[in-house]
């Protein structure tokens, strides 16, 4: 989801030649994942495995860090003192969830500043989600609820994959994006139950952030070349499909009980399949929002490339800083 399962592009010209695997290295290591063995950063991994990871976890590192915008957006606008804390807390935590997935990623051979440099190039995909818009105060509800709520479905299975450090950082992540997802579910209660202005302004947030919330968890698995592998290696635990059908089945009953319709108007029970149908999704839109086309891709790529500017002297003074400790260590 906040990664989309989304395909490697085919290899272009002069690309380098896939890597064949040692048949005897790769039993082995399989054998690990079958016996559900956690996979650290020094053993001895597949280089699709490597790859794979890397693409999925900086994917996921740059979704934090781009998702505090369309949020960070709120925090001077927040209807009270308390609202206010509540949603800087819930923005600085997803700071830190980048800063942990950035580290993860490092673990397998990459730097920080070169997954930051592939973001910022614009080379580098972030969930398609951050590129909406917030409106209104009721967008910060449909946020936590819906967004984080399918980070949640997505992100639980992850703290069992079977790379160690991807795992162990997903078991915080995870804590922390339940506090997100039933604060925004606060917010929408409180609106849902308030004046008739305040309902038909949620209801509005959940019209909009209803489709884009499905597409987080990626295009159908028959369009999803990745899948399999990973489902294999035990990085991915469902499909895309599996998990964009398990929220919706959790999701529809909470919407119910806020009083809100959810805008498919194919959307029923399925008694004999136990679990509800839906509409087709718009995968156009999908597409065009994650080829740069969507409504704030152009803001939010400015928005980090200034923030990225403005920290340049912070990063130089802490780089300075450290340099004169090791000299004074040296000399000591
Ligand atoms: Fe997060
Ligand atoms: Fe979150």
Redesign the pocket.
């Known amino acids: 989801m906040y990664t989309q399962g989304l395909a490697e592009p085919p290899a272009r010209a002069g690309a380098p030649e896939p890597v064949v695997e040692d048949a005897e290295q790769l039993r082995r290591f399989e054998a690990r994942i079958d016996a559900e063995e956690k996979i650290e950063p020094k053993d001895w991994m597949p280089a699709a495995y490597r790859r794979t990871l890397i693409r999925q976890i900086s994917q996921h590192a740059h979704s934090?860090i781009v998702?505090m915008l369309p949020e960070g957006n709120w925090i001077g606008r927040a209807p009270s003192l308390q609202r206010k804390l509540i949603l800087i807390a819930?923005v600085q935590?997803?700071g830190g969830?980048g800063a942990y997935l950035y580290s993860a990623a490092e673990t397998l051979g990459v730097s920080r500043a070169e997954l930051i440099d592939q973001l910022l190039a614009g080379t580098a995909k972030y969930s398609s989600i951050f590129n909406y818009p917030t409106r209104s105060w009721a967008d910060i509800g449909a946020i936590?609820w819906l967004?984080?709520g399918a980070?949640i479905m997505n992100q639980i299975p992850l703290c069992r994959c079977s790379y160690g450090p991807y795992a162990r950082a997903m078991t915080r992540v995870c804590k922390?994006?339940s506090f997100?997802?039933r604060q925004g579910y606060d917010i929408m209660l409180k609106l849902a139950n308030g004046t008739p202005a305040q309902k038909r302004m949620a209801q509005d947030a959940l019209d909009r952030w209803w489709w884009p919330s499905l597409m987080m968890f990626g295009p159908p698995d028959t369009d999803s070349q990745h899948t399999a592998l990973s489902v294999r290696w035990k990085i991915k635990r469902f499909t895309n499909d599996e998990l964009r059908q398990k929220f919706i089945d959790f999701t529809v009953p909470q919407a119910r009980y806020l009083g809100l319709e959810v805008p498919d108007p194919e959307l029923r029970w399925d008694e004999q399949g136990r679990c509800h149908r839906f509409g087709e999704i718009d995968w156009s839109e999908f597409h065009a929002v994650l080829k740069g086309d969507g409504p704030c891709n152009r803001e939010r790529m400015l928005a980090r490339r200034d923030a990225h500017e403005a920290g340049r002297w912070v990063r130089e003074a802490a780089l300075a800083h450290a340099a004169k400790h090791r000299r004074a260590a040296a000399m000591a």
């Open positions: 934090e998702g819930k935590d997803e969830h936590g967004v984080d980070a922390e994006e997100h997802q």
